[in-house]
């Protein structure tokens, strides 16, 4: 359940911005250090036990033989207080064998402990065929016998199924569920249709990854995989997920052809408390050949406590759907970034989509800078880009500012490769979706970058979020409250892009081509409307208003205006430059904006010292 949240004061709007709370989070900095550090002498891991056999589930029917299964347990030497329990499940004729290399990535942080189903990996098999939750059963007697509870359960392929039907069943054993690959999605449920998926998805396999399967299968034998195929395929996870009251985690290699994007998706949509996450250039087994990457996004899922970042309460604003849906994107190499940082992450409400595309701060790829002064916590950088484009248009700035901090560039929902709504969307709606998306992200503080009409959210997001936003930059602001009509705003674009940059010109074409007309119209409408003249004042945070000399969209005398109406405004201008200044002078914006910083935080500083 969502914390409680505390009534508003009446005295108002800012008790109603600071609405959420900073859950507690499990520092896994600290888990590695201690475990590596008491795992240097020795590391206990159980050998392969005997077969244990399970007692009867409760079916009602009468059984010569109990299903048997074998626990392989890895856990450090000395227990870590605090450290995560993960149980992993194989899916249909696989084996512990399956998941060495996930285990070898999660028990830096935590005990593993991998089951052989019956029937697999070498264990007797049954007399009779298993259904789901006899498997369940079997699980759930294992973890018993070997007082596991409050466990990440983590199921790959039918096994996603499994703990899905375990979590249903015994609660008291999930903390929460990852479900690596899940099948089967009903439209493509038929037994040849799979036999074709798993035959193509052979060919995109690593050959160790293959020979392992073809291994597991030979042990299996054909007669029980084929006995169980069956149970797998008819089993609805769409139906059985919505039950589960656990947070889960939803993960697949971008090219597998089994779980499909749009089925995660589905299945994302339908659990109560949900994100999805991907693994680039995996197929089915991404838990394999992306074990690194895998292993990261599930201690990154622990770490982010999604039982208080997911909401159940009804959405504000207007947004069409109160359940949140975060997709994570991880890094093709994740052996260059030990950090496994994600590369993307989009947040879905409903049929509204943000994205974040991530830079992360990398000052030894730039010249040593002259902002020695500034000697903060390395600052987050948050870059909007005005209607019809995309985080492209502000890459350049966006790699420059990588020298000081992180980054974090946005698509805004119909912007990019994001859905595109079927409504109009405030700019008040779109603050507020960006300021979940970065709440998802653990973003605490950051610097607000719009250019041209996305001036008009960035705004938005610092009046609604003065906790969250600590500076505001807005360059090229729009739109001018003289010229403030379709005609006027077409022909003053249609000029100023004939004086750009071809660059810059190529991005605007091929991001006006993805929006489309219909989403840019609407778009246009929405900020032809704002009064940035009459929002900007209320905004309480240091504000730095930026500029081309030559700029035909965000005219002198209108940002000169905007900067004395703000309550601690600036204007800087750039010489030479147009509109598209962050593009052009990418360099000289950067440097201006690292410049803003220091001041404003000497300003900060002086009444302490005094």
């Known amino acids: 359940m969502s914390p409680a949240t505390p009534k508003p004061s009446t005295a108002g709007q800012r008790d109603r911005r600071a609405r959420r709370l900073s859950p507690k989070r499990v520092s896994f900095t600290r888990l590695r250090t201690a475990l590596r550090h008491r795992m240097s002498a020795s590391h206990c891991s159980t050998p392969p036990g005997p077969v244990i056999p399970a007692t009867a589930a409760p079916?009602?029917?009468?059984?010569?033989?109990?299903?048997?299964?074998?626990?392989?347990?890895?856990?450090?030497?000395?227990?870590?207080?605090?450290?995560?329990?993960?149980?992993?499940?194989?899916?249909?004729?696989?084996?512990?064998?399956?998941?060495?290399?996930?285990?070898?990535?999660?028990?830096?942080?935590?005990?593993?402990?991998?089951?052989?189903?019956?029937?697999?990996?070498?264990?007797?098999?049954?007399?009779?065929?298993?259904?789901?939750?006899?498997?369940?059963?079997?699980?759930?007697?294992?973890?018993?016998?070997?007082?596991?509870?409050?466990?990440?359960?983590?199921?790959?392929?039918?096994?996603?199924?499994?703990?899905?039907?375990?979590?249903?069943?015994?609660?008291?054993?999930?903390?929460?569920?990852?479900?690596?690959?899940?099948?089967?999605?009903?439209?493509?449920?038929?037994?040849?249709?799979?036999?074709?998926?798993?035959?193509?998805?052979?060919?995109?396999?690593?050959?160790?990854?293959?020979?392992?399967?073809?291994?597991?299968?030979?042990?299996?034998?054909?007669?029980?995989?084929?006995?169980?195929?069956?149970?797998m395929l008819k089993y609805r996870l769409d139906q059985r997920l919505p039950l589960m009251t656990r947070p889960v985690l939803i993960i697949r290699g971008t090219s597998d052809p089994i779980a499909r994007r749009d089925w995660c998706a589905r299945l994302a949509d339908a659990s109560r408390q949900s994100r999805l996450a991907e693994i680039p250039g995996q197929a089915h087994a991404a838990h394999r050949a992306g074990a690194a990457a895998v292993g990261a996004a599930i201690t990154r899922f622990i770490e982010e406590d999604p039982h208080a970042s997911v909401s159940h309460t009804a959405p504000s604003r207007g947004l069409s759907s109160p359940r949140r849906v975060t997709t994570v994107q991880y890094a093709g190499s994740p052996q260059a970034r030990p950090e496994h940082t994600p590369r993307r992450i989009s947040l879905t409400a409903g049929d509204r989509q943000a994205r974040a595309h991530l830079i992360p701060h990398r000052p030894e790829a730039h010249a040593a800078t002259n902002a020695g002064a500034y000697e903060l916590t390395v600052p987050v950088f948050v870059l909007t880009h005005g209607i019809g484009m995309s985080h492209r248009y502000l890459q350049r700035l966006g790699d420059q500012l990588s020298a000081h901090g992180r980054v974090v560039l946005l698509d805004l929902p119909g912007a990019g490769r994001t859905i595109t709504p079927?409504?109009?969307?405030?700019?008040?709606?779109?603050?507020?979706?960006?300021?979940?998306?970065?709440?998802?992200?653990?973003?605490?503080?950051?610097?607000?970058?719009?250019?041209?009409?996305?001036?008009?959210s960035a705004t938005e997001l610092a009046l609604e979020r003065p906790g969250l936003v600590s500076q505001l930059v807005l360059i090229g602001a729009a739109v001018d409250a003289g010229r403030r009509t379709v005609p006027q705003q077409a022909l003053t674009l249609a000029v100023n892009n004939a004086l750009e940059k071809p660059s810059l010109n190529a991005i605007q074409f091929t991001d006006m081509l993805r929006c489309g007309p219909r989403w840019y119209l609407a778009e246009l409408g929405v900020a032809m409307k704002y009064p940035l003249e009459d929002r900007l004042p209320l905004v309480e945070q240091p504000v730095l208003l930026m500029r081309g000399a030559r700029d035909l969209v965000a005219g002198s005398a209108w940002s000169r205006a905007l900067a004395e109406t703000a309550l601690d405004g600036e204007l800087v201008e750039v010489e030479g430059a147009f509109h598209g200044v962050h593009h052009s002078t990418a360099g000289t914006v950067a440097e201006r904006i690292m410049t803003f910083l220091a001041d404003t935080a000497d300003r900060l500083d002086e009444p302490e010292a005094a």
């Open 422 to 456: 079927t409504a109009a969307m405030p700019n008040a709606a779109k603050a507020e979706i960006v300021g979940d998306l970065l709440d998802e992200m653990g973003v605490s503080s950051c610097v607000v970058i719009g250019h041209s009409m996305g001036v008009q």
């Open 59 to 231: 079916s009602g029917r009468d059984t010569a033989h109990a299903p048997a299964y074998r626990l392989h347990s890895s856990r450090p030497a000395i227990p870590v207080p605090g450290a995560p329990v993960f149980v992993l499940i194989h899916g249909l004729g696989m084996s512990h064998r399956y998941f060495a290399g996930l285990q070898r990535e999660l028990g830096a942080v935590g005990e593993t402990h991998i089951l052989d189903l019956p029937g697999f990996g070498g264990t007797p098999k049954p007399g009779r065929r298993l259904s789901v939750g006899d498997y369940a059963h079997v699980i759930a007697e294992a973890m018993d016998t070997a007082q596991l509870r409050s466990c990440t359960l983590i199921g790959h392929s039918m096994g996603a199924q499994l703990v899905t039907e375990l979590a249903i069943r015994r609660p008291d054993l999930a903390a929460r569920v990852v479900l690596i690959g899940p099948v089967t999605d009903p439209v493509r449920a038929s037994a040849l249709t799979h036999t074709l998926y798993l035959g193509l998805d052979t060919l995109l396999e690593r050959p160790m990854t293959t020979l392992l399967a073809v291994g597991a299968y030979a042990r299996c034998g054909l007669p029980w995989y084929f006995t169980e195929l069956p149970v």
